[in-house]
């Protein structure tokens, strides 16, 4: 038994990938995740999965037909209204871009790594250099390793090994997704699958959005957007837990102008939950390569979410396996340097378009969002 040199803090798209790479590869390492156990209940909504990254990540790590088996391709097309509900755009009839659920990719990814190579239930507290310059991890429930060669943040957005490389922390966006449901026996699921039917529906107006997404098991998640102080569901000025409430407070403040259509998806919408918006600068890509650490997807490049999130995550796995195996154990320096000159272009360009989908979608003007978008797919 020989200690495993590479250890991966975060078992989400991104971590879960890069073990599956270095088990393909017959390199050794440890996931290090906070969940419980694979049964912990994550939310998280459906995932468009894209040809050139996230399924080119699962081609190498072999689990493409397993992907297959739970990709939803009538899911990937997407309509888009005003707030009176006039459709202005569709798009994403026959792309190579399907749905999956999120627990199903992390299912899919989880059957693919053995079970002893994920120590569940380590929530990583701090990172430090060690005398012997090798990088040492400690957890919150008191664990101490000083014996791993390389430390890989894929521990999202708030990442803990980030601090040892920048002090670059995200910054709240002024937006927020406010995500709730409407589930299979909610009184109004008729009336949503034959309004949005397949994929998703966007609605953009007075500055705020409606996104309506249908699940695997065909209950819908909606996210409503709009701008408010960054604490506004810990401040008193909402309590989510009250649905009734919640429910009044989008009506009177938000919605209050928007159809009756969407006004009725807000008097039936349940299970509140805040996702407030944040995003990394620009500026803090490119930071000098620190031996024994490096970070991959939200870690690294967290944005505001512009549909690519989950995908660059998979392609930074797939760029810093390969650079792994290319330079060997001895060299994980050198791989680290050029996985990272490779992602922060990547990061870069994510974060560039996080700006710039929230600029359209949080505006009055649904056309702006088409333009956007058309130019983001010319061959769309
Ligand atoms: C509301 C919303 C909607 C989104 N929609 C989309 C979309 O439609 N398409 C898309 O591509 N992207 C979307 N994104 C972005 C996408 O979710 C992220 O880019 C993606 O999940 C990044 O993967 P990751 O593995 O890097 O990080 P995460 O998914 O955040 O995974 C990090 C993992 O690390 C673990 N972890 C965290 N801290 C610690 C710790 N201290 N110790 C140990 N483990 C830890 C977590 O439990 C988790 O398992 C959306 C984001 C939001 C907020």
């Not at 120590?119 to 990172?127: A, D, E, N, R, T």
């Amino acid at each position: 038994m020989t200690t495993p040199a590479i250890a991966i803090i975060g078992g989400g798209p991104c971590g879960l990938t890069l073990a599956r790479l270095l088990e393909c590869k017959g390199i050794d390492y440890t996931v290090f995740e906070r969940d419980a156990s694979a049964n912990s209940n994550r939310a998280g909504g459906s995932l468009d999965i894209h040809a050139h990254t996230g399924q080119h990540a699962l081609r190498e790590g072999g689990l493409i037909d397993e992907f297959k088996k739970y990709a939803r391709y009538e899911d990937a097309v997407m309509s888009l209204a005003d707030k009176h509900g006039k459709k202005v755009f569709e798009m994403g009839q026959g792309r190579d871009d399907p749905e999956i659920d999120r627990a199903e990719l992390r299912q899919i990814l989880l059957d693919a790594v053995p079970k002893d190579k994920i120590k569940w239930g380590h929530v990583l507290q701090s990172v430090a250099v060690g005398e012997d310059k090798r990088p040492v991890i400690r957890f919150s429930n008191g664990t101490e390793i000083s014996s791993f060669k390389l430390v890989v943040g894929a521990d999202g957005a708030w990442s803990k090994v980030r601090s040892v490389i920048t002090q670059a922390t995200p910054k709240y966006s002024s937006k927020t997704y406010l995500e709730s449901r409407i589930g299979l026996e909610n009184p109004l699921y008729q009336t949503v699958a034959s309004n949005v039917g397949a994929g998703s529906s966007l609605a953009i107006g007075s500055g705020k959005l409606i996104v309506t997404q249908r699940q695997g098991n065909g209950s819908y998640r909606i996210y409503f957007g709009f701008e408010i102080p960054e604490n506004y569901y810990r401040d008193g000025t909402v309590n989510l837990q009250d649905i009734e409430a919640t429910r009044r407070w989008l009506l009177t403040n938000f919605y209050a102008d928007w159809s009756e259509e969407y006004q009725d998806f807000i008097r039936h919408a349940t299970d509140f939950r805040a996702w407030p918006l944040y995003s990394l600068a620009t500026e803090d890509m490119g930071w000098k390569s620190v031996p024994g650490f490096t970070l991959a997807g939200d870690a690294a490049h967290v944005s505001i979410p512009n549909g690519e999130g989950v995908n660059l995550a998979m392609a930074d796995s797939l760029t810093l396996a390969n650079k792994i195996e290319e330079h060997g154990l001895e060299d994980l320096d050198k791989a680290v340097q050029e996985y990272e000159a490779d992602m922060f272009p990547r990061g870069i360009s994510s974060i560039c378009d996080g700006k710039r989908w929230a600029e359209v979608m949080y505006s009055d003007d649904p056309q702006a969002f088409v333009k956007l978008i058309t130019s983001l797919m010319p061959d769309e």
